[in-house]
């Protein structure tokens, strides 16, 4: 089980949207427009196949109090944030801190997205490392870390997100 989680209006409804497009057997590459959304009022599970298949939960960001309650039985976490929100920075670095630190979620990989790129008011990867203080979150986390720059409006970066999901598949963790 992956567990996908962020912060409410991230994007994580829509990236599932676009990855289970890009996984589709037709294999087509064009993502057309984007799908429309509504907010995540408790969890969606969505399978895709990448060699195997694979199960991701969304949880809405509103359920941020009780996220602990399913890291039971997760194996890696997406977690998402919005580049282009400066004021969820500091709610988003907390919550962050508050999984990494979870006992539940020691030996689970971490994927951090930094979504939203292809809007004009984004922060850029060095901004954002930088606010998060990224290599000193790496360096004290028990978990292996990867951070990725996305926007699942346009597309950017969904193959390095689907790399990665195929990279935890190899770890029998």
């Known amino acids: 089980m992956y567990l996908l989680l962020g912060a409410s209006g991230v994007g994580k409804t829509l990236l599932v949207k676009r990855l289970q497009n890009l996984c589709s057997k037709d294999g087509s590459r064009d993502l057309g427009e984007p799908p429309p ?30 996220w602990s309650s399913y890291y039971g039985d997760c194996s890696s976490v997406l977690f998402m944030i919005d580049a282009a929100n400066p004021t969820q920075i500091s709610s988003s670095c907390v919550q962050l801190l508050s999984l990494l ?40 986390a028990n978990q292996p870390i990867t951070v990725v720059e996305t926007s699942a409006r346009d597309g950017t ?17």
Do not use: H
């Open 157 to 173: 970066g969904l193959p390095d997100v689907l790399q990665w999901l195929r990279s935890t598949l190899k770890d029998p963790s």
């Open 37 to 66: 959304t509504l907010p995540t009022v408790g969890t969606n599970l969505t399978d895709l196949l990448i060699q195997k298949k694979i199960t991701i939960r969304e949880l809405g960001g509103c359920m941020g109090p009780i």
């Open 101 to 140: 630190s979870a006992e539940q979620l020691a030996s689970a990989s971490v994927l951090i997205l930094f979504n939203k790129i292809d809007l004009p008011c984004y922060m850029s990867l060095v901004e954002m490392k930088s606010l998060f203080r990224i290599q000193d979150i790496i360096s004290c």
